[in-house]
């Protein structure tokens, strides 16, 4: 090989400007140009808010103007009922798989449009471009997500229903057990014949019971075992009849103290604040995934697959012997920290206190829950920025 | 820019080959090689997009990839065909690549764009630029960092006639503020114009490097002989010293004969030539000196590495 010598131009001499390229910590003008760079997608954006916003507050307006047009045949757009169907049903899922797909676009847009290679050759550490990408996806989501959720909580509150339908009849809400049980005595007919309460075959309100007419006949049918030759007994009385509504209301007490015309705040924060913990997952799940494969459609339905199809499986089915790799499902572990009174993973739990011990739900402790949240978002993490500071540009 | 020993495989193939290179500061820098020969590979090792298997190499005084921080802080690069996010307007794309380098950088995407020219479109989404419209797109995106390495790879490509003029004299002006330009081409008319030294890579490995003036004047020199009997007036050559002469290679063209002499060969030879052909009584009504052009000393310099050592 031949070598000849060049003469040098004269020199631009300038010493380095000190800067942190090398570290890896992100810098702010980082997370807001990231920020930009996602909030431009359109289309993402657009997906983004029709899920998170558009599908609850599509539903609720629909609901607020049949109930506007026909009160009667329509029922409130608001209130519990509506507002758990809303939380775990729709923000909870669908949350997910959007927070999901921006992650994953977060995660691969760089690479797949060619612009990984210019940020590298800026000499900026890859931990740090990597990182960036958190905070910035993060604020597009959980902002969205609580938008989404603020419209929920606003409507279910202000529009809820002023009465409890509670076994198909219309009881005040918030009443204390005495209290259910005066209006019990005062409703006896009602509470007799519609709530659900079983009395053993000699208690003497069963006997009550079963003379008390109810449509086509005493209370029936069958929650009673009254003793034989018990019915076509003496008519009770007025008191007996409200002694046993009262006594009924004592019984059904615990099941009607969850029943709410609208959620609590402490459910709707505890709500909010979940929400937010499964979009944050499913972004930072899906930006190391993302950030794995390099590429968008694959990872976007590897997580729906999870999501969908195998977290509600691995959460309810009993498979022997793989009871512990079950439980390192992320959606089950969110699942149990669920707040109380959400009905998860396809219902089932309700009730207060329904995410933790939910017996549909294959059993985990809130410690082991919370270990498994952390393990997948720092997993995914190193993940996506091992493969981000080791890939090829 | 410095390396040595610097090698990079994948799998069985050996895409940069022990490459020993030499890039002084402040010159125009070609390099060279024709379609697979590494010239990408080389610079994407450089800029660490990859990794090398083997060798040390050091950019502006800063060795690569240990310092690669300090090293690229003052380098920018456009590697193969310069893509951005579509979505995103030249500024935007610009704006994401300056606030992964130092603050001032923000403040230099207005002047880069001026400088190349986009300036009037700067606002419109790349997705709706030309391919010329993107490689200018990188350049500006090279310039935000002030550097004092550029390396563009192709960066003709895509261009048209008057966008290939700009290019040439902004890559002339840049040397001339005392920057290094290294260009990656096969253009070997372009890089003529352009380039005050060379590098010539075949196979993986540097061939040839050095100032173009001092390479050119160590090839071989073509005699085009313009004359009434072409056949016997190469069979008259050839039974000459000169015809003898290591380096010497004598053609019948259709136009006449062409002779190709060694480096260095004097005036006296070509007199000589005449002397022998019209005492033969061979009409000789042209002889003319081709110059050794770049394209056919790199032709000479990479079919000779095909052919069996």
């Known amino acids: ?393 | 820019m410095e390396t040595h020993g610097l090698v990079k495989r994948f799998g069985d193939n050996v895409a940069v080959n022990g490459v020993e290179l030499l890039v002084p500061r402040g010159c125009a820098f070609g390099y060279l090689g024709p379609n697979g020969a590494g010239k990408t590979t080389l610079i994407r090792v450089l800029l660490g997009l990859t990794r090398a298997d083997a060798g040390t190499m050091s950019l502006l005084g800063h060795p690569v990839p240990r310092h690669r921080d300090q090293a690229l802080a003052r380098v920018g690069a456009i590697v193969d065909e310069p893509r951005f996010h579509g979505h995103l307007t030249g500024t935007q794309n610009l704006q994401i690549l300056a606030a992964a380098r130092e603050r001032a950088a923000a403040e230099r995407i207005g002047p880069s764009l001026e400088r190349v020219g986009l300036s009037h479109r700067a606002d419109d989404k790349v997705s709706k630029y030309s391919m010329g419209m993107r490689q200018r797109l990188g350049v500006a995106a090279c310039l935000i960092g002030d550097p004092d390495l550029l390396i563009l790879d192709e960066p003709m490509n895509g261009l048209d006639p008057a966008g290939m003029q700009d290019m040439r004299q902004m890559i002339a002006s840049l040397v001339a503020e005392g920057r290094t330009v290294v260009l990656s081409s096969h253009l070997l008319d372009e890089v003529e114009r352009t380039c005050d030294a060379v590098a010539i890579v075949d196979r993986g490995r540097v061939v040839r490097q050095g100032p173009i003036s001092e390479l050119l004047a160590g090839s071989s020199l073509t005699l085009q002989v313009g004359c009434s009997d072409a056949p016997r007036a190469r069979a008259l050559i050839a039974g000459t010293a000169i015809g003898t002469a290591d380096g010497t290679h004598v053609t019948v063209e259709p136009t006449g004969l062409n002779v190709i002499l060694p480096a260095g060969t004097g005036h006296e030879v070509i007199a000589e030539i005449n002397r022998v052909l019209v005492a033969s009584g061979i009409a000789v009504y042209r002889l003319q000196v081709l110059q050794a052009s770049l394209e056919s000393w790199f032709l000479q310099v990479t079919s000779r590495l095909g052919e069996p050592q």
């Open chain 1, 1 to 393: 090989m031949a070598t000849a010598a060049v003469p040098v131009a004269p020199g631009r001499q300038r010493g380095a400007a000190p800067d942190h390229r090398g570290s890896w910590l992100p810098s702010g003008a980082m997370v807001t140009t990231r920020f930009m760079e996602l909030r431009k997608r359109r289309g993402v954006m657009v997906t983004l808010v029709l899920v998170t916003i558009g599908i609850p507050t599509v539903f609720l307006g629909v609901r607020l103007l049949l109930h506007a047009v026909s009160p009667k045949t329509y029922g409130p757009a608001g209130g519990y009922e509506i507002y758990t169907a809303l939380v775990s049903g729709v923000l909870y899922i669908f949350g997910f798989i959007v927070a999901a797909t921006l992650g994953v676009t977060a995660g691969s847009a760089d690479l797949t449009e060619g612009m990984f290679r210019h940020l590298v050759v800026t000499g900026r550490s890859r931990l740090a471009l990597y990182l960036a990408r958190i905070p910035a996806g993060l604020a597009i989501i959980m902002s969205l997500v609580a938008v989404g959720f603020t419209i929920v909580c606003a409507v279910c509150v202000f529009a809820a229903p002023t009465r409890l339908q509670y076994n198909g009849v219309a009881v005040p809400a918030g009443l204390s057990r005495t209290g259910l049980e005066s209006w019990a005595a005062d409703h006896a007919d009602d509470v007799i014949c519609n709530f659900n309460v079983k009395f053993g075959p000699g208690s003497p309100i069963a006997a009550v019971l079963n003379n008390v007419p109810c449509g086509d006949g005493p209370r029936g049918p069958g929650p009673l075992s009254a003793p034989p030759g018990a019915q076509g007994a003496a008519q009770p009385s007025d008191a007996q009849v409200r002694n046993a509504a009262a006594a009924i209301a004592n019984m059904d007490y615990p099941d009607y103290a969850r029943h709410f015309l609208a959620p609590s705040v402490s459910l709707m924060v505890e709500s909010g604040l979940w929400l937010e913990l499964e979009a944050a997952i499913g972004f930072v799940v899906g930006l190391g995934l993302g950030s794995l494969t390099g590429q968008r459609t694959v990872a976007v339905i590897l997580m729906i697959v999870l999501e969908v199809i195998l977290t509600p499986i691995l959460s309810r089915a009993r498979i022997p012997h793989f009871a512990n790799l079950q439980r390192a499902v992320v959606g089950l572990a969110t699942a149990h920290l669920a707040p109380g009174g959400l009905p998860v993973l396809g219902g089932g739990g309700g009730g207060p206190g329904g995410g933790v011990g939910n017996p549909g739900l294959l059993p985990e402790s809130t410690t082991v829950a919370v270990c498994v949240i952390v393990a997948w978002l720092v997993g995914w993490s190193v993940i996506g920025a091992w493969r981000m500071m080791t890939r090829d540009a």
